[in-house]
């Protein structure tokens, strides 16, 4: 597509539940982000795919976060047992290079966002 | 520890006025640094980025930002204001991780409210 697409915009669950929250990346670019963003903050940087790979996974919180990337396109984070201090905006981005690509032109593209409210 | 700062929550400013909002970074080696603009129920949207270079880079939107490597700062600026330039900011600095990668950091944000 023309732009980064994620799903759904709105998610409300409850404290327990199990949360997928799916990201579709602009067509070619290889590698792909997932940001959480609360209310007042700047972007948090969660897990980043060069293709289909986690490069690094260093700002997933816990291990009830995980996120994959089967194909090397769309990808899926999912939140095991969710707590209310997991509500929050999940950002997803790609960009056409890595961040370690060495000519820093990775200018991450975001989608919308995909906000999960934990009751 | 690597970090990004924009020490104003917010920023009012009147139309036609020039802007400034401020950015300071703390990173190791030389930065690569970013301006991102987040518009309501939007996603971020990329303003402009220094890399090496001139100092002063231009961008979207007639925003422009001036890196000083002395100041460690990489403030963002626009000659005259919009009302339809109200939004939320983010400077961003790609950073060296002490694994040997790099990571993009964002700092929290300052609104901007452009008043007609």
């Known amino acids: 597509g023309a732009g980064v697409s994620q799903t759904p915009s709105n998610k409300v669950t409850e404290k327990g539940k199990y949360v997928e929250l799916r990201c579709d990346p602009i067509s070619g670019h290889t590698a792909l982000y997932w940001y959480r963003q609360s209310l007042g903050q700047g972007p948090e940087f969660l897990i980043y795919?060069?293709?289909?790979?986690?490069?690094?996974d260093s700002g997933l919180p816990n291990d009830r976060f995980f996120a994959v990337r089967p194909e090397g396109s769309v990808s899926t984070l999912k939140i095991q047992r969710t707590e209310r201090g997991d509500s929050a905006v999940y950002l997803c981005?790609?960009?056409?290079?890595?961040?370690?690509?060495?000519?820093?032109?990775?200018?991450?593209?975001f989608g919308a966002g995909s906000r999960l409210t934990v009751l | 520890a690597q970090s990004v700062a924009q020490p104003e929550d917010q920023v009012n400013v009147a139309e036609g006025n020039p802007l400034t909002v401020k950015c300071t970074y703390s990173?190791?080696?030389?930065?690569?640094l970013f301006w991102y603009v987040q518009y309501p129920n939007r996603g971020l949207q990329f303003l402009l980025k220094?890399?090496?270079?001139?100092?002063l880079v231009k961008g979207s939107y007639g925003f422009e930002a001036e890196f000083n490597k002395s100041q460690t700062s990489f403030h963002l600026k626009k000659p005259s204001a919009l009302v339809s330039d109200s939004a939320l900011y983010f400077c961003?600095?790609?950073?060296?991780?002490?694994?040997?990668?790099?990571?993009?950091?964002f700092g929290a944000g300052t609104r901007l409210f452009v008043k007609a």
């Open positions: 795919f060069q293709g289909t790979g986690a490069a690094d």
């Open positions: 961003a600095v790609r950073a060296l991780q002490n694994t040997g990668g790099f990571k993009t950091i």
């Open positions: 990173v190791s080696g030389n930065p690569y």
């Open positions: 981005a790609s960009s056409l290079t890595g961040q370690d690509h060495l000519s820093g032109a990775n200018v991450l593209t």
């Open positions: 220094y890399i090496t270079g001139d100092n």
